[in-house]
């Protein structure tokens, strides 16, 4: 059985993504903002970010401090191989889902 990502998971993958190797939580979850309207909470977006590692689909390392006095490193992820076949396979099975659905408007 193939595993299903969420909707979430699927959203900070797509962000991670988009954002290449840089990618760390602060912009991933402007990048949900700006492209999808969603706005998620700093909380969901790290819970997110780590289960995603943890599973395979993203890996971290910290970036240098940051310029001004006192700058600290960011956590930045990248998208593992993993992690790209998980979400073709959601957009693959999304897609033979849709397959056939009409939705005539207001009503279900």
Known sequence: MTQVLGE???MVLLAVARL???AY???VRDEIHA???VDL???AIYVTLDRLEDKGY???RFSEPTRERGGKARR???LEPEGAAALRASQRALARLWQGVRLAAGRP
């Open 8 to 10: 979430l998971e699927q």
């Open 20 to 22: 290449g190797d840089d």
């Open 25 to 27: 939580a602060v912009s």
């Open 35 to 37: 492209q999808a309207g």
């Open 41 to 43: 909470s700093r909380g």
């Open 58 to 60: 993203l890996r971290s």
């Open 76 to 78: 930045c992820f990248r």
